[in-house]
């Protein structure tokens, strides 16, 4: 299923050293986040009302690091920028350490997707942290998107230096917010924190207010789970090309396989289509289709054989009698995989 690609240095490399080199502010925090809590699991929460979302994205969110969202199939989604759902997502993923991915796969002219992005009632800039981009229309809709994103990013900036309450997200400047403190807590866990790190030396390093920096990035959809599709590979390299055009807003793709080819790329991928079999018969148990041209594979397939970073799972975890636990069990699964992948 994944091509037979040269092997690149980010299949071997850990998030944390990844990190090191993201070149985009967010994918930093990501590739963090993503080592502190052991986890590279995306919830893909397609539930039916705004209140289903917040109650799921309470009780899965200690288990990812990206939570997706299509604000466009809920039903009573609260559009108020300071006490909406858009805000009241914002504040759980504080809580729990996640980031917001609304999976809007704009897909208009450069003008069309940065209204889109930034207006209309939903103000998607203002509560998401990432956002996709389908470009059939050509590279005009990254540089659309990245645009207004660089707009929404000073003007939030002005906004905090002057202490205006804008309704995103948090008091503080995005340097200080990104200074760990270190503090002595020799060999013992610092509880009721989601960020913590090993101790080393006798010191531990504790990220008390590790929240997001007020940043915005993109993702790529240069190839697709369902049958069909007509992404092929010169378009999936077209994808490629217009993310290297901006480093500075692309985090990378939502692709099936790892995508990075040229020594300086470090792009993370994030892949839909995305089951296990039912636990006991994970060995020999196969995952079928939808029915509706959705293929699925596991996360040992995509992570560990592909190269892919990210697994973004809906109906896997949103069905099952105990989305709590099974997102547990999805969350194991794939950072199983990409231990497996860094130490071979
Ligand atoms: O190629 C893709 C790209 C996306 S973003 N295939 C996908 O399935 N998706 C999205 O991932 C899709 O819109 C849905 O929200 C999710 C997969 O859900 P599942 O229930 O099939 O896991």
């Known amino acids: 299923m994944c091509a037979d690609r040269p092997k690149h240095p980010t299949l071997k490399a850990t998030f944390a050293?990844?990190?090191?080199?993201?070149s985009?502010?967010?994918?930093?925090?990501?590739?963090?986040?993503?080592?502190?809590?052991?986890?590279?699991?995306?919830l893909s929460a397609d539930v039916t009302s705004a209140r289903e979302l917040l109650h799921l994205a309470d009780k899965v969110g200690p288990s990812i690091v990206v939570l997706k969202t299509h604000y466009d199939i809920l039903a009573g989604w609260d559009y108020h920028p300071q006490t909406g759902t858009g805000a009241k997502l914002g504040s759980l993923a504080r809580k729990h350490g996640?980031?917001?991915?609304?999976?809007?796969?704009?897909?208009?002219?450069?003008h069309t997707v940065q209204m889109q992005y930034t207006g209309g009632t939903a103000r998607i800039i203002d509560w998401a942290h990432i956002v996709n981009v389908n470009m059939v229309p050509g590279k005009a809709a990254v540089q659309g998107l990245a645009e207004a994103a660089a707009k929404w990013r000073s003007r939030v900036n002005y906004e905090v230096k002057t202490s205006v309450s804008v309704g995103t997200p948090f008091p503080m400047s995005s340097t200080r917010r990104m200074e760990p403190r270190t503090t002595r807590a020799t060999g013992i866990s610092v509880q009721g924190r989601w960020l913590r790190q090993v101790p080393t030396n006798g010191t531990t390093t504790v990220e008390k207010e590790a929240l997001p920096p007020y940043?915005?990035?993109?993702?790529?959809?240069?190839?697709m789970s369902s049958t069909g599709n007509f992404m092929n590979?010169?378009?999936?390299?077209?994808?490629?090309?217009?993310?290297?055009e901006h480093k500075d807003f692309v985090m990378g793709f939502v692709s099936q396989e790892n995508l990075n080819s040229s020594p300086t790329d470090s792009f993370l991928h994030m892949t839909p289509g995305c089951q296990l079999p039912p636990e006991g018969e994970e060995e020999n148990g196969a995952v079928m289709g939808d029915g509706l041209g959705q293929n699925y594979n596991t996360p040992a397939k995509l992570v560990g054989l592909c190269g892919t970073d990210?697994?973004?799972?809906?109906?896997?975890?949103?069905?099952?009698?105990d989305p709590q636990a099974e997102a547990k069990r999805y969350r194991d699964r794939a950072w199983t995989a990409y231990q497996k992948r860094t130490s071979q």
């Open 310 to 321: 990210i697994i973004i799972v809906g109906r896997g975890i949103i069905k099952a009698g």
């Open 233 to 244: 590979e010169e378009y999936t390299q077209a994808c490629v090309e217009a993310a290297r």
């Open 98 to 110: 996640f980031l917001i991915f609304e999976d809007r796969k704009f897909g208009d002219i450069g």
């Open 24 to 42: 985009h502010p967010l994918s930093n925090y990501l590739l963090r986040l993503m080592e502190l809590k052991q986890s590279n699991l995306c």
């Open 17 to 22: 050293e990844r990190a090191k080199g993201a």
């Open 215 to 223: 940043e915005r990035g993109l993702l790529i959809l240069a190839q």
